[in-house]
T-cell receptor
């Protein structure tokens, strides 16, 4: 079953604009992770945010976590064509820190 | 360079012909996992391994086998492949509390 569900499924923006993707999950978690997948390639880890954190930054990426609403958002600021990719949130399955459940992803297209 | 290496990257084969997809990691990770990715379904876990000689089923294990004889290797075996196993497969590894590292994927087509 899907734990994390991303919204929107697809997003098309102009270069320089900000992109926001959302993830909702169902059960309590100790962390939430965001991954990026370029077309036909493996997933690359972007950010891990723990349940006691509300916001985390990495370069042009900002992730928020609202455990009361069981939701997270990924903001990419000043987007570039190279940001075109699919973005997935992933949450641990049960008590395991190893096993992740991935959402279906948001496909981001950044137009030059 | 830290990496997860899968082989082959692409394979077209026929129904019933046994095949093995290899996965190797050089990070001494105890945890390894196989996923398949299909359009609209995201990543679904096939099998995982918590350490050498310890494997367990994921969400979609039917038609697959795995083994973990060495820490670095985690091959995925399709004893009798069928067309519904046509998919994009990913191997991943991690250590406790850390994100997963993914291979570049293996695109399997079973005719």
């Amino acid at each position: 079953s899907q734990q994390g569900e991303e919204d929107p499924q697809a997003l098309s923006i102009q270069e320089g604009e900000n992109a926001t993707m959302n993830c909702s999950y169902k059960t309590s978690i100790n962390n939430l992770q965001w991954y990026r997948q370029n077309s036909g390639r493996g997933l690359v880890h972007l950010i891990l945010i723990r349940s006691n954190e509300r916001e985390k930054h990495s370069g042009r990426l900002r992730v928020t976590l609202d455990t009361s609403k069981k939701s997270s958002s990924l903001l990419i600021t000043a987007s570039r064509a190279a940001d075109t990719a699919s973005y997935f949130c992933a949450t641990p399955r049960g008590d395991s820190s190893y096993k992740l459940i991935f959402g279906s992803g948001t496909r981001l297209l950044v137009r030059p | 360079e830290a990496q997860v290496t899968q082989n082959p990257r692409y394979l077209i084969t026929v129904t019933g012909k046994k095949l093995t997809v290899t996965c190797s990691q050089n990070m001494n990770h105890e945890y390894m996992s196989w996923y398949r990715q299909d359009p609209g379904l995201g990543l679904r876990q096939i099998y995982y391994s918590m350490n050498v000689e310890v494997t367990d089923k994921g969400d979609v294990p039917e038609g697959y086998k795995v083994s973990r004889k060495e820490k670095r290797n985690f091959p995925l075996i399709l004893e009798s492949p069928s067309p519904n196993q046509t998919s994009l497969y990913f191997c991943a590894s991690s250590t406790l509390g850390q994100p997963q590292h993914f291979g570049d994927g293996t695109r399997l087509s079973i005719l």
